[in-house]
């Protein structure tokens, strides 16, 4: 059965430093897409990056890089130089390619220090 | 902004009644989910659609229907409403271009049931 977890509830870093959000996953699919999403305590969820099981290359969007290691089922991300408009919840999902539902884990809350 | 619209923001009611939310999902695009967020049980995948027909089904209750119509809005339905029904529920839409990888959520309507 799908499964997502985030087994970091809560995370510190200080401002212009990175930071790595774990996340693990469970299919027994070989199709799969992993997606990362920010929810702000304004509440809106905003998509930072996705990752095709069959991509070969760690997908990257600006400051954010998803560490994908498909053996290890993982797939982290990674914000470079961290803001303090980086303080949120993080949230990992996964889509199988079978069907359509996608699935998320419980979530990190990143805080960034001044 | 998502482009993808919600309304109403937020919706107070009493246990037993039934309420409608409405989504508009972004231009072009043809899928439409909704999910539901409370503090107990996370982000759950509730239902998807895409070009007006049922693509998907999550952890969606009896109680809750949905559809989506030839104008590919969407709305959900919640009738015999519950105390434990409060939560966030977001739309989110996906599909221009044919890209199915990104979903862009809506700001979200917080339903709140006494």
């Known amino acids: 059965a799908q499964k997502i977890t985030q087994t970091q509830p809560g995370m510190f870093v200080q401002e212009k430093e990175a930071v790595t959000l774990d996340c693990t996953y469970d299919?027994?699919?070989?199709?799969?897409?992993l997606f990362w999403y920010k929810q702000p305590s304004s509440g809106e969820m905003i998509f930072l990056i996705y990752?095709?099981?069959?991509?070969?290359q760690n997908a990257t969007e600006g400051r954010y890089s998803l560490n994908f290691q498909k053996a290890r089922k993982s797939a982290n991300l990674v914000i470079s130089a961290s803001q303090l408009g980086d303080s949120a919840m993080y949230f990992c999902?996964?889509?199988?390619?079978?069907?359509?539902?996608?699935?998320f884990g419980a979530g990190t809350r990143l805080f960034v220090k001044a | 902004d998502s482009g993808v619209t919600q309304t109403p923001k937020h919706l107070i009611t009493a246990t037993g009644q039934r309420v409608t939310l409405r989504c508009s999902p972004r231009s072009g695009d043809l899928s439409v989910y909704w999910y539901q967020q409370s503090l107990d049980q996370g982000l759950q995948f509730l239902i998807q659609y895409y070009n007006g027909e049922e693509r998907a089904k999550g952890n969606i209750l009896e109680r809750f229907s949905a559809q989506q119509f030839p104008d590919l809005h969407s709305e959900l339905n919640l009738s015999s409403l519950e105390l434990g029904d409060s939560a966030l529920y977001f739309c989110?839409?996906?599909?221009?271009?044919?890209?199915?990888?990104?979903?862009?959520f809506g700001p979200g309507t917080r339903l709140t049931v006494l």
């Open positions: 989110a839409s996906s599909g221009a271009g044919g890209v199915d990888n990104e979903q862009f």
């Open positions: 999902a996964m889509r199988e390619g079978r069907g359509f539902k996608t699935i």
């Open positions: 299919t027994s699919d070989q199709s799969y897409g």
């Open positions: 990752q095709g099981s069959y991509d070969e």
